[in-house]
């Protein structure tokens, strides 16, 4: 009886052991992982400094906020394809509909074409770097392996209702004659894209 007992525990010894030397998979696969970010990303999510922030969850490396945002405005529907994943690589399109671009001055500039894509190359990593509040730089960080951006996330992409909250803000905090004129007629262009 006590030589199957002791059976019994190198038994599971040896099955924990064994379980914990892999690495677990993924949480989420690469098209999951760009589902979740241009919903967060079209509603406005890094238009603030906490969502930024947030936002560096879904990049190898996403770095600070840029002085002057690039705001790229598509219509509210949008298509991911499906994903070529080549090792621990991946890349994804995001089928678009542009609508315009919105200059730092709060100028709207519609766009000439009428669809487009955004390519995602995402990497499968443990390692990767968070902006925190404060903080001069990224820090690097590890964890369990994820799919992540691999880029600088440069360009902000909104749906209209985002780029309305966007415009109506940044002119409320404007004394520039200039960025309030753009950001009423910007706010007009946005108005007939709903």
């Known amino acids: 009886m006590r ?3 002791i059976i019994g525990v190198i038994l599971v010894v040896l099955t924990v052991t064994a379980s914990g030397n892999s690495a677990p998979p993924p949480q989420a696969s690469p098209k999951e992982v760009i589902v979740k970010y241009w919903k967060f990303e079209t509603a406005g999510g890094r238009l603030t ?3 930024w922030e947030n936002a560096s969850a879904f990049f190898v490396k996403l770095g600070r906020p840029p002085l002057e ?3 790229s405005v ?3 529907g949008y298509a991911v394809s499906d994903v070529v994943i080549n090792g621990n690589s991946a890349d994804v399109m995001i089928q678009i509909l542009p609508q315009g671009q919105i200059d730092s001055k709060l ?3 519609p766009s000439a074409a009428e669809k487009g894509a955004v390519a995602c190359h995402l990497i499968l990593s443990g390692t990767y770097w968070s902006t925190d509040a404060g903080a001069e730089a990224p820090v690097e960080r590890t964890g369990p392996p994820e799919w992540r951006i691999d880029g ?3 360009i902000i992409w ?3 209702i985002a780029a309305v909250r966007y415009v109506t803000d940044m002119k409320r905090k404007s004394n520039d004659p200039i960025v309030t004129k753009n950001a009423d007629q910007t706010l007009s262009e946005l108005a007939k894209l709903h």
């Open 158 to 160: 909104l749906e209209p």
């Open 107 to 109: 100028k709207f500039t």
């Open 69 to 71: 945002r690039r705001i």
């Open 152 to 154: 600088s996330g440069e």
């Open 49 to 51: 400094t906490d969502g």
């Open 74 to 76: 598509i219509a509210g």
């Open 3 to 5: 030589q199957s007992s």
